[in-house]
């Protein structure tokens, strides 16, 4: 099925053209999603909103750029919403936990039996890390994660993104800079102990 | 190249994004600095970490969740024009049983009302009772009429 076909379809309800969609696009969606929200259970169910945002607003797709950059760009826009939805959300209990006194357990991770230390250790670098990309500005983020983690090019990342190509070539400069301003101190220290 | 130098730029370096003035020298520093060399494996650790994601696979279900959603918000064409004319004929086929219940009541009322002889009894049947039900000394069509009444 090519994209005018799809598109046709789409805007005729028809259920093939649904699951087309469906099957070309959701790994795509889903790993994209999960890559800004963290999670791929979130992810997941974030995509199902994804896919009925894309079937929904089909109308308004000029067709300037491909189908599939048109996607992207609604996925990374829903995804970027979770997340602020999220942040909002972690305000509020960080409030909360605040008149809470603590448990005193030591923690929820050393109470699981099978975990290393060499699992803690990825674990505290894979939060490390993603804490990081979490404080880059939005575009840094966007435009980092869709090269780093999307394999994006430059030139997709730019149509994507809606900016001209030097635009992305900096930011991903910016993000790597706040990234590495972030990090080295952290295995600076992490070194010594 | 010192250390600093070699640590502002190390993200670069390892992405093979500097100029060739700058990545040579960070070369030659990597090779003789311990210390940035587990800088580098440190990194080196964080890129496993990314490939890790990348690698990992949506549920296999997914798919199906997502369809089935799709349905429930959307319907497909023809469900949808399912949806639409059971929305038209289920109005129309209830009014046309009220009615059909109506017609049918009235009738059976009409009908009883004759039987309790509310209703004119008609010459055809005023002629049928004389000849074969009150063919004695009751056949008398004055009596018929007060039957009627």
Redesign the interface.
Known sequence: MTDPELIEGIL????NA??YL??KY??RI??TA??FVGN?ED??DL??EI??DI??SMKSFRRSSSLSTWIYRITVNRSLNLVKKHQRRGIFMRLESVFKTPSGNGGERSAEPCITQNDID?HE??EL?NAAIRRLPENQRIAFVLS??D?QSYKQIAEIMKIRLPAVESLI?RA??N??KD??PY??E??KK | MDCSQFKSGILAFREHALPEAQATPASEHLASCAACRNLMSEFDQLDELIERDKAATPNPFAGTRILQRIENELGTSRERTAVRWSRILTPVVMVIALLFGLFIGTNKARNDSRITGSVAVSSENVAFLRTNLLISEFADEDKILVLNK
């Open positions: 005729r309800r028809d259920r649904f699951q469906v099957e959701q790994a889903i790993k999960c890559y791929m992810a997941e995509s199902q896919f009925l079937i929904r990825h670098k894979r890390l780093k983690y394999d400069h790597r800079k990234l590495q990090l080295v295995f600076s992490y070194q």
